[in-house]
């Protein structure tokens, strides 16, 4: 949301033409970073003061939307535009952010998604809110049934009530006779949701038993397999442990029945775990199994599960396989995989009757037997429910971000429990008879409550699929989407629907209740025009657009509606057969994907949808994309601008993006690098993660517009990026992105942007030896720069950097040593993400096989694997319980590489990198081998090779920023061996010798 407003606030405001107004207009927005000392308390309860970042003042951060700058900034954008509101159009807008916060600035918007989810959301996140700003009308009678609702709506607040805590008492009578003001539109969601509660509550009490007074928050289960020798169940589990939280640990411990039929299990305790030999002493098997003492924890960390497969506690003992992961997905399409419950959660009352916490036990019978339903008490349930219990079909084996079909799994039903499709078809059938008692008397105002209802089931039924598991460290149940796939998942929770906790029905209340109050006052100050559509980005035709705004859809990055339909079905139950808008958006059995016929529909590369065809997939995607774009550009006025989000970091995504741009008519003219992604670590180096959106800015291309030719093209490309602004400060826009701590493959991204200016400018661009030089063509060119740059930011090599004003062209370093700088300034010798690596070794002018299995710079996920990572590779790793590390590479240090002989020699007439020749003379040193140090050094004529040096500084200074001290002193070792410790430098016409190192500077 705040890079959202920020990106909008840049677009929409004029410059002021002076870097002091400048930085006073950047300040007002954004604000200005200040050091402020915060008080905390740790876990063992003692107070820390430390010094920490905050933000003063601005418009972006949470909550400041109602701040009075953002008059101020409507104002000035009203003024600017003629005394009107520009209209913006973001024809990908999902959930809505964007569209949002150009409603809050004063725009005209116009919001579409081709998807029915996205085109709700919109109507509840942008639509409805306006309608409803300021109006008030009576709450309905039954609200005077519930003082708590009635002491919350006078107060204005909702309270917490925990453990026996009630609400003030007041005579029925009373209540019956009370006054009560008009509410306004998120306390009407409240009552209907508290209606559809109460009678959900009643029928599902029986399913969810309450025990001993305790009320349950969730359920935990672990899917079962068959044992090959016993046929016994073998319970699939990650991991043993129920809660890992300091002084609260628990775990299940296996107990295997005699005859290997089950598996039951017992609960130890915190202080059963401080006692690991009487544990092993009380359960002989564990000693059969091989479990010492202090292997204990290793144990219940494993589970039943790791990369090569299954152990089954029925017939065998940790590390033997009894199934592999290809058995486990024989097995699930045979369907003869299962669940069991291990553990239920219960909310237990403190002694002082005040607070509440989480207790966990085993299950009951009585709980095993209310989690089964039988089909005919679920067929009543879905009887007057359109379409019925949901049989639509999961997507096929293949397709993007999808496993779970490989197991067995045919149809959305298959993700829930029986006891999950009832409660999700209870909250349906109230739901709808809600709609039907508010239509009564004011068919609008139901459409508008029955539309946020469906948003409380939708966020009931993300936390009440089989995909939910339980968070050891949180004591929570995760979603359904923790990532934006549908992963097969071994032990999953199942939350109670019907109370607060976990993602129950009244937490969603809450929480749908709070954004409506929030979304309603903003109406005060919304856009004087919002229309929301359904409809495809290919088929929209709105014209005189000042702005488009957008995030498109991001190559084969995510399933859009694949994953989407998991709520499609959900709500096309609960909306269908009120309205005639309402029955032809969710007419079809799922979401809208893509028409072959129309040659029109969700964009996106996933070959499944193409009958295995990449090719077809690829075309359709990038030709889906230029039709777009070119609805959007024939819809611009004649000074309207393009904004386009990019947050891709794979090669072929921006190369068919800015294809497909280019070729829709759009010409770059501008880019910001926005650093949209919060740290989740502090580390010494820049972190792997990347975190940077580009927001490419682009105009319509002129119909006159030549065709360029390549040397003119990468000329001005050149002047681009390398020539001093001076509102930059007499800096260049690389040095500019270099100095506000823009990092890595995030730098090379930022760069893509205003190197794009040159090559888009041309419809095409032609060769000087015939041909035409392709999109990848030139952002490869763009990133050996945006690389040798970055290059001459590192120690050793920065004098070379300055005499070649920043453009590093005179840089002699062969594309290994290149690679292995790059990767080590960035990343050090942690795992890094494997597309980051491969895009390093791209602009290099390898490839990431080649860097591993020839020249031994990198290894994969810390394993010796063969070639590129796939996405199949870490989802494996993720279904089977171990860790995902597939996806990542690892740079080598000196001391894995030197294992190797022939380190330092030609290979296959290539000539050794000269890091290859740094390392075989520090081993060779390391081993007090001084003669054949300074031998080699001869040979390979080291003296006259300018980047030596360079590459020795760098070394060394990377070695003290790793606090890798052998590797630092060997580099310093060998500098003075090699007389090579004195660098001359010529400072103001002055020629000095001075240290190649920065002694005593290392801490």
């Not at 009585?366 to 089909?375: L, R």
């Not at 089931?457 to 699929?465: E, I």
């Amino acid at each position: 949301m705040a890079a959202c407003r920020a990106a909008l606030l840049a677009t929409l405001l004029p410059d002021p033409g002076d870097p002091v107004k400048r930085q006073a207009l950047l300040e007002k927005i954004g604000g200005r970073v200040v050091f402020k000392k915060v008080k905390t308390v740790n876990e063992e309860g003692a107070t820390v003061t430390e010094e920490k970042e905050t933000l003063e003042r601005g418009v972006l951060a949470w909550g400041q939307e109602n701040d009075p700058a953002m008059d101020e900034f409507r104002k000035l954008i009203r003024k600017y535009y003629g005394d009107k509101a520009p209209k913006v159009l973001d024809p990908f807008a999902g959930g809505g952010a964007i569209p949002l916060e150009a409603m809050r600035l004063g725009c005209d918007v116009i919001a579409s998604d081709i998807n029915p989810v996205a085109w709700l959301i919109l109507k509840c996140t942008l639509d409805y809110p306006q309608q409803f700003a300021g109006k008030k009308w009576p709450l309905p009678d039954f609200v005077r049934d519930w003082p708590d609702f009635i002491e919350d709506f006078l107060s204005g607040k909702i309270k917490k009530r925990r453990g026996k805590r009630k609400p003030h008492s007041t005579d029925p009578q009373q209540l019956q006779l009370l006054n009560l003001p008009d509410a306004d539109l998120a306390w009407h969601v409240r009552a209907w949701g508290r209606w559809v509660l109460e009678r959900a509550r009643a029928d599902l009490a029986a399913r969810y038993p309450i025990i001993d007074g305790e009320p349950t928050v969730a359920y935990l289960w672990a899917r079962t397999a068959r044992d090959k020798i016993t046929a016994g169940k073998i319970p699939l589990l990650k991991t043993f442990w129920l809660c890992k939280k300091k002084g609260k640990r628990i775990a299940l411990l296996p107990v295997p029945k005699e005859d290997g039929s089950v598996v039951t299990f017992k609960l130890l305790h915190d202080a059963d775990l401080t006692k690991p030999q009487k544990i092993i002493d009380d359960y002989p098997f564990l000693k059969k199994w091989e479990i010492k003492a202090d292997k204990l924890s290793d144990f219940l960390n494993a589970g039943t599960m790791n990369r090569a497969g299954v152990w089954s506690p029925c017939s065998g003992r940790p590390k033997l396989i009894a199934l592999t992961m290809d058995d486990l997905r024989r097995q699930g399409q045979q369907g003869l995989l299962g669940n069991q419950m291990t553990a239920v959660v219960v909310e237990a009352t403190a002694p002082d009757g005040k607070k509440t916490f989480k207790r966990y036990r085993l299950p009951i019978e009585e709980e095993s037997k209310a989690a089964q339903v039988e089909i005919e008490d679920m067929e009543d349930v879905f009887s007057d429910i359109p379409f019925g219990i949901p049989d639509e079909p999961l997507p096929p084996v293949g397709t993007l971000g999808f496993r779970i079909p490989l197991y067995g799994f045919k149809k959305w039903r298959d993700i829930f429990t029986s006891r999950q499709l009832l409660a999700l078809g209870t909250f349906v059938k109230h739901t709808r008879k809600a709609v039907h008692e508010i239509t009564r008397k004011d068919e609008k105002v139901a459409e508008v409550i029955g539309a946020y209802l469906s948003m409380i089931l939708d966020r009931v039924a993300d936390r009440g699929s089989t995909i939910c598991t339980w968070t050891v460290d949180w004591n929570k149940i995760r979603n359904t989407f923790g990532r934006f796939a549908l992963p097969i998942t071994w032990d999953f929770a199942e939350s109670v629907t019907t109370v607060e906790t976990s993602g129950g029905y009244p937490g969603q209340i809450e929480l749908v209740a709070q954004f409506v109050a929030h979304a309603s006052k903003m109406g005060n100050t919304n856009s004087p025009l919002l229309s929301v559509k359904k409809e495809s980005a290919i088929s929209i035709d709105d014209k005189g657009i000042d702005f488009v705004v957008t995030d498109p859809p991001y190559y084969d990055a995510i399933p859009y509606s694949d994953l989407m339909d998991f709520f499609y079905i959900w709500l096309r139950r609960n909306q269908y057969g009120f309205s005639q808008q309402m029955d032809d958006v969710f007419q079809w059995p799922l979401s809208p994907k893509w028409s072959h016929e129309q040659k029109d529909g969700e964009l996106i590369d996933d070959e499944s949808r193409f009958g295995g065809d990449k090719g077809a997939s690829k075309k359709s995607y990038e030709d889906g994309m230029a039709r777009a774009f070119q609805k959007m550009c024939e819809g611009l006025s004649a000074e309207g601008r393009i904004v386009i989000v990019f947050a891709n970091k794979e090669v072929d995504a921006w190369e068919t993006l800015i294809g497909a741009l280019i070729r829709g008519g759009a010409t770059v003219t501008a880019s910001w690098p926005i650093q949209t992604e919060m740290p989740n670590r502090v580390r010494n180096v820049a972190a792997a993660a990347l975190s940077t959106s580009v927001w490419i800015v682009c105009r319509k291309r002129l119909s006159t517009a030549a065709a360029g030719w390549d040397a003119n093209v990468l000329a001005r490309m050149k002047q681009i990026l390398f020539d001093p602004r001076e509102v930059l400060g007499g800096r260049n826009i690389l040095q500019y992105y270099f100095d506000l701590g823009i990092r890595g493959p995030d730098f090379i991204w930022a760069a893509l942007g205003p190197a794009l200016e040159a090559y888009s400018a041309h419809p095409f661009v032609k060769k000087q030896e015939g041909g035409v030089m392709t999109v990848p063509e030139f952002l490869k060119e763009v990133r050996k720069l945006v690389l040798q740059f970055s290059l001459g930011e590192l120690p050793g090599f920065r004098d070379v950097q300055r005499e070649t004003q920043g453009r590093g062209e005179a840089i002699e370093l062969d594309p290994v040593t290149q690679y292995y700088l790059l990767h080590r300034a960035y990343f050090g010798l942690e795992p890094a993400p494997a597309g980051a690596c491969i895009l390093y070794a791209n602009a290099c002018g390898k490839n990431e096989t080649e860097l591993k299995l020839v020249w031994n710079i990198i290894e994969q996920g810390g394993k010796s694997k063969r070639g590129r990572p796939t996405k199949e590779d870490s989802e494996m790793e993720e279904e089977s319980g171990g860790e995902t590390k597939g996806n990542e590479y690892r740079l080598l240090d000196w001391a894995e590489r030197v294992k190797d002989d022939r380190l330092g020699e030609t290979r296959g007439g290539n000539p050794a990198p000269l890091i290859d020749r740094l390392h075989r003379l520090m081993l060779l040193f390391n081993q007090n081998r001084t003669g054949e140090v300074q031998q080699a050094f001869d040979a390979w004529g080291l003296s006259s090779e300018r980047a030596f040096g360079p590459l020795l500084q760098a070394v060394r200074e990377l070695a003290v920023r790793d606090e890798r001290d052998t590797e630092r002193r060997l580099v310093e070792a060998l500098a003075t061996q090699l007389k090579m410790n004195h660098r001359t430098v010529i400072a103001e016409n002055v020629v000095r010798d001075t240290p190649l190192f920065e002694y005593g500077k290392e801490k």
